[in-house]
């Protein structure tokens, strides 16, 4: 194992106190060469204290965020691949929905930060039974719990948390609201081959109405100046949302054709099948399935993105998943880079005061 | 006896501005209470300054208004069953604070008002009130929308108006004939309007804002509709239709036509209603905004704002519904609907009503008084030589701060907390009885000695 390596290296780094070393230092620390990137000039902090969503982040935090998980993107592909920012900091998972990847993205980017990790799981039915969440948050405050990521069934339980902890709170999906760093691994994994989204058009295709992701992928995506437009049934395409800004289709061949640099694929709930929101998956998946056809539509270049898990042969054919356009597999890799540098740079605190000391 | 005696008897009421729109008074006046708690003179001010009929209070209203006490058609007041967060005393002690004399308490209890026994039982937890209290009684029984609830044995033990409220009657066949079977006694249905399939489980109003916080939404339609189905059966069946907590433009054009065209219909709308919005839950998804009928949108509450002061929605009512503060502290998905609202609706109307000039005092005090009581044909909500002395002493320039210690209800769920709101209830009198007072703000209500006498006995409940 190499971790103890890393973290006596480290050590001497993070005596002087909260102040955290960026990316850049960070990385020297455990490997012993400079990454290059844009954060090297500026140790950057974050206007926000905690990651809730999207709506309402500026465009410099995002821009921060991106090009810190670039630098930690870097870290990842070195045979160390732990570093210690995190170090004595307690992060606690508390996840009151099933989830494999976000829970395992979550958990594998704390203890590479070095941080302790504690998971809590409890069952969505549990929840619904009255095991209240307010005494659940008591006791992690008690537990001195630095950072809580939370995943949820109900929008608005992570605001909760911020109202009665002082803990840092990462939001990692809260029921239909939003689910932020998906939607920054999305933005990531476009910014990283494009660089500027000016000019650029992301669609996103399914069901809307009850998808975090695609609430995420809009408000970021606006902030950064693409252009975004939705494409899915009426039934799950909400009204309002051409309010924000949002281009709304129901036929998705006017939406390619008004030229789509990427499109996100929303995995479609079986059980909306039942609540006839949809007479049938197969309806949807002929008026609404991103098949080779379709995907041979995008702008040249053009990528295909799906936030898993997927259903194949519904939202997308297999063809397209692991095809040339596919950027599946590297959005959940980017998903790590882009949670290490939330979580790096929440935890360097909104303070611009430690600035000057960091540049070591 | 009832608790009230306990409370000091005003014998006069001098130097206030008289305002009763049932009479159409609205002048500097002297009110004299005999020893029975009527009203026994209303003089012009000054006149017999010294005449006092009984040995009653001296009450010096100089420069407040003195009105009917105010009547609520709709609150719950959680006795039976859950009296950790309210009791038919401590509502009804809200109520006064609140410068309501009058309520009446809807039926979702546990058990619910289904029966002449739980009428008896609550008018029985009525006798320790400082208000009048009135039950209303579930239309099916126990609440369950399957077969009609005793009507007539409720009737006969004192309930005024008969609603499954929290639910409407879900089968228009039981509904009619509930309607049908009301009308030998002259009674009102209240309605909750909403279909429960359209609405669901959503938890706030579907709209822009539930799109962007990604919570289920309750559609007006799904109000509007259910209006409008029990608009067609009070067209049918003669009954008198009262349609609860109205909450979207479209009722209100709905209530318009009805009663253009004759319909015994009446409505009611809550002061929350009339001024909180939908995106108030954005900024961060407090429960204490979660409310049935939802917050709507800014343009519905224009409409009723309007509807109101046209005349088409009857009366305020204010759906006080107590929660426990464990129950409104948590996922906005998971608490209760529901705000209290006893105390602070007239400050929250006077904001909402008179600060944007659509009505003045008379206006304003008819929509909490006469308007209320004519709905339900109770005799209240005026000021009439031989009827009780019901009546309340309003500040309307004074103002006051909403927090959790302000207010007298056994729960603090008000949207309201931290609202700076203008006009003060001063006092709050029921048969004659200082109920409640608020001397303590610096008023010059109470005259000489008697000032004493009516402070400490109101001190030592």
């Known amino acids: ?360 | 006896m009832t608790a009230r005696d306990q409370f000091a008897l005003v014998g006069r009421i001098s130097g206030g501005r008289v305002i009763d729109p049932g009479s159409g008074l609205d002048s500097p006046a002297d009110i004299l209470i005999d020893e029975r708690g009527r009203i026994s003179r209303i003089g012009r001010s000054g006149s017999g300054a010294s005449s006092v009929e009984s040995d009653g209070d001296v009450l010096d209203a100089t420069g407040m208004i003195v009105a009917p006490g105010f009547v609520d058609l709709h609150v719950h007041l959680r006795e039976p069953g859950r009296e950790d967060e309210e009791t038919v005393a401590s509502g009804s002690a809200a109520a006064a604070r609140g410068g309501f004399t009058t309520i009446c308490c809807m039926p979702n209890t546990e058990p619910a008002i289904a029966d002449q026994e739980t009428v008896r039982f609550v008018l029985d937890r009525a006798l320790a009130a400082p208000g009048r209290v009135h039950p209303i009684g579930a239309i099916t029984r126990d609440r369950e929308g399957k077969s009609l609830a005793g009507i007539a044995e409720m009737v006969a033990a004192g309930a005024v108006a008969f609603s499954d409220d929290g639910a409407p009657v879900g089968s228009a066949g039981l509904l009619r004939r509930a309607m049908q079977y009301s009308r030998m006694f002259n009674v009102p249905i209240v309605e909750h309007c909403d279909m429960p399939d359209l609405s669901a489980d959503g938890v706030m109003n579907e709209g822009l804002v539930s799109t962007k916080l990604g919570l289920r939404g309750i559609p007006p339609v799904s109000e509007e509709i259910c209006l409008a189905r029990d608009i067609a059966l009070a067209r049918e069946t003669g009954a008198h239709l009262h349609a609860a907590h109205l909450s979207t433009a479209g009722s209100v054009e709905i209530i318009r036509r009805a009663k253009a065209e004759g319909v015994n219909v009446t409505a009611e709308v809550t002061p929350h209603h009339l001024i909180l919005t939908d995106d108030l839950i954005a900024r961060d998804f407090d429960p204490l905004y979660k409310v049935n009928p939802p917050l709507r949108t800014r343009r519905d509450v224009d409409a009723l704002r309007q509807g109101l002061a046209d005349g088409v929605i009857d009366c305020i009512a204010t759906d006080h519904a107590p929660h426990a503060e464990q129950e409104k502290d948590g996922e906005f998905d998971l608490a209760p609907f529901g705000m209290v609202g006893l105390e602070t609706a007239l400050g929250v109307c006077v904001k909402a009503l008179i600060e944007t000039g659509l009505l003045d005092w008379p206006g304003l005090i008819d929509c909490l008084t006469r308007r209320a009581a004519r709905a339900f044909h109770l005799a209240a909500g005026t000021i009439t030589v031989g009827s009780p002395a019901d009546l309340v002493l309003i500040d309307p320039d004074a103002q006051w701060r909403v927090t959790p210690e302000s207010l007298i209800s056994k729960s603090k769920n008000s949207p309201f907390l931290g609202w700076e709101l203008t006009g003060v209830v001063r006092a709050t009198i029921v048969d004659g009885r200082l109920v409640y007072q608020d001397f303590a703000a610096g008023s010059s209500l109470s005259t000489a000695a008697r000032r004493e006498r009516s402070v400490t006995s109101t001190a030592k409940r």
Not at chain 1, 4 to 9: D, G, R, T
Not at chain 1, 88 to 112: D, M
Not at chain 1, 142 to 160: E, L, Q, S, Y
Not at chain 1, 244 to 253: A, K, Q, R, S
């Open chain 1, 1 to 360: 194992m190499t971790v103890s390596h890393s973290e006596q290296k480290v050590e001497a780094r993070v005596k002087g106190g909260k102040t955290m070393p960026p990316p850049k230092a960070v990385a020297d620390g455990a490997g012993g060469h400079d990454p290059a990137g844009p954060s090297e000039s500026t140790p950057g902090r974050l206007r926000i204290r905690h990651l809730l969503g999207l709506e309402g982040v500026r465009r410099e935090d995002i821009d921060l965020i991106l090009t810190t998980a670039e630098s930690f993107k870097e870290v990842l592909d070195r045979p160390i691949k732990k570093v210690p920012p995190l170090r004595g900091q307690t992060v606690v998972n508390l996840f009151y929905e099933p989830s494999t990847r976000t829970r395992i993205s979550f958990e594998l980017a704390e203890k590479r930060l070095s941080a302790d990790v504690v998971n809590f799981t409890a069952s969505a039915s549990s929840v619904q039974k009255g095991e209240s969440l307010r005494d659940t948050v008591k006791n992690i405050l008690a537990m001195k719990t630095d950072v809580v990521v939370i995943r949820h069934p109900c929008p608005g339980a992570p605001h909760f948390l911020t109202r009665t902890t002082d803990a840092i709170v990462l939001n990692a999906g809260d029921g239909a609201h939003e689910h932020p760093t998906q939607g920054l691994l999305d933005i990531y994994t476009l910014w990283e081959r494009w660089r500027s989204f000016s000019g650029r058009r992301v669609l996103i295709v399914g069901d809307i109405l009850h998808s975090r992701v695609a609430r995420s992928n809009i408000w970021g995506l606006l902030t950064m100046g693409a252009q975004v437009s939705v494409c899915g049934p009426t039934t799950l395409v909400p009204r309002p949302l051409s309010e924000l800004g949002v281009e709304v289709f129901t036929d998705i061949n006017c939406a390619l054709e008004a030229g789509v640099d990427a499109v996100n694929v929303l995995r479609i709930q079986r059980e909306r099948q039942s609540s006839d929101f949809l007479p049938s998956l197969r309806e949807y998946s002929r008026l609404f399935g991103i098949d080779a056809a379709r995907a041979a539509r995008l702008r040249p270049g053009g990528l295909v993105m799906h936030p898993g898990p997927m259903n194949r042969g519904v939202e997308i054919t297999s063809d397209v998943a692991d095809g040339k356009a596919s950027v599946i597999l590297d959005q959940v890799t980017n998903g790590l880079a882009v949670r290490m540098a939330v979580l790096y740079l929440l935890c360097s605190g909104p303070s611009p005061a430690a600035v000057g000391t960091s540049g070591q």
